[in-house]
Each structure stands twice: as C-alpha cells, then as structure tokens.
C-alpha cells in the first residue's frame, strides 16, 4: 500500500514535444505529491509539487495533474527540450508521516534534437 | 560551500573493511537523512534524524549504523558489507515545521559505493 507506481521506464520525445509521466497509488494517507528530476552525476532535485486539492499545477513548462478519484496523477513536460533529458522521479508523502517520501521508479527522458 | 556535500564521492570497500560516508548541509535544516538507490529499487529510504533524533530506521541491516552529531552533519557508518550493497547512497536535508518543509528534500550529489 506503500507504492507508488511509475511509467513508462524510459521515454523518448522530439525537441518541442510533449513529454507525459504517469503515476499511480492506492494509499489514501498519501497528501503531497511531488515530482523530483535527476540528472547524472547528480543528487535528484525538487521539481515541481502538487496537494491533492487542485486537479492541476502549472510551472512554466513542467505541469502536474492530478485525479484524485482515481489515485492518479501525470507529470506533462511543454515543448520539450534536450536540456530536460534526465531521470523523472513521483513520489508521495503520507500525512501522518510526512517525512517519508515514497518514490516511483523513475523515468528515463531523452529528448531528440 | 553551499547544499548538501557528500565526501567520498566515490569508495571501494572489500567486504571485511569499516568506512564511514559523511554528509554536510549548509541550509540550516533540521532534518537530514540518507537514501539508497540502486538499479533494482530506485530510491529507498534508509534513516531520516530530526532535529539529531532518529526518528525513521526504514528495517536497515545492521551493517548500516548512522550517526547524526548536530543538525549539519550526518553519517553513514559501513561495516562487513555484501556485494548487493554496492549502490549510490544519497543524503538529504529539509526544514521540519515550516509547511511543506518536511516533504522538499535538497539531495547531496550521492556517494557511489562499491563492494568488492
């Protein structure tokens, strides 16, 4: 119940399109959802975060939506660019232990020229 | 300096040697903690210490014993190691009680480990 679920694995967009993350949980307890970015050689690094009150955030090109009836929710990258290939992480905190982020298995970007 | 340092940037370590990681936060956090991430379960928490009080031992073996001695530094004391715990182990920091301060971890670069 602790899982979050991550896909695809690996994705590769053309400069200028669209990237699309998927996530999905089953833990109710699950309040925060944050998206973490990770480059190589480089610790992850806080991207972008949602709470499930609001179906949608947006920050500039990085935009989360968020389903709570179906305990869903997608990381949506603008205009893709070879600048933003790197390892995509989801991950979620419960509230009552809001110290533990559980993290999704990460997703491997790779954006064209 | 400023982040989340972490030295030896990269260790090799026979199974019967004793090494310590050691982490260093400059943010003014009150909370740090290590992960682990290998290729089979990409970022699993190890220890979280809040306010130098650990308050999360996520079922570690052992062989893994932290040490927090103030609120900037953490450490990750290794000994009699196996080979599957060849990994990058990341440390983390955030602000407890400020908001969402719990939950916006800042990573180190990771210390990457390998057990031979």
């Known amino acids: 119940q602790q899982q979050v679920k991550q896909s695809p694995q690996s994705l590769i967009v053309q400069k200028g399109g669209i990237s699309i993350i998927n996530c999905a949980y089953e833990?109710?307890?699950?309040?925060?959802f944050p998206w973490y970015q990770q480059f190589p050689g480089k610790g992850p690094a806080l991207l972008i975060a949602i709470r499930p009150d609001v179906s949608e955030k947006k920050e500039g090109r990085f935009t989360i939506s968020f389903n709570k009836s179906a305990k869903q929710f997608s990381l949506h990258i603008m205009d893709s660019q070879p600048g933003d290939s790197a390892t995509y992480f989801c991950a979620a905190t419960p509230g009552e232990e809001s110290y533990k982020l559980i993290f999704g298995s990460g997703t491997r970007l790779l954006v064209r020229p | 300096e400023t982040g989340v340092t972490q030295t030896p940037r990269h260790l090799v370590m026979g199974m019967t040697n004793k090494k310590s990681l050691k982490c260093e936060q400059h943010l003014g956090h009150n909370a740090m903690y290590w992960y682990k991430q290998s290729a089979k379960k990409p970022l699993e928490l190890m220890f979280v210490y809040s306010l130098e009080e650990r308050v999360e031992n996520n079922s570690v073996p052992s062989r893994f014993s932290p040490e927090c001695p103030n609120s900037s530094h953490l450490f990750l004391h290794l000994h009699t190691l196996q080979p599957e715990d060849s990994a990058l182990y990341l440390c983390?920091?955030?602000?407890?009680?400020?908001?969402?301060?719990?939950?916006?971890?800042?990573f180190g670069q990771g210390t990457r480990l390998t057990v031979v």
């Open positions: 833990n109710t307890a699950f309040d925060y």
């Open positions: 983390a920091s955030s602000q407890d009680g400020v908001g969402d301060g719990w939950r916006e971890a800042f």
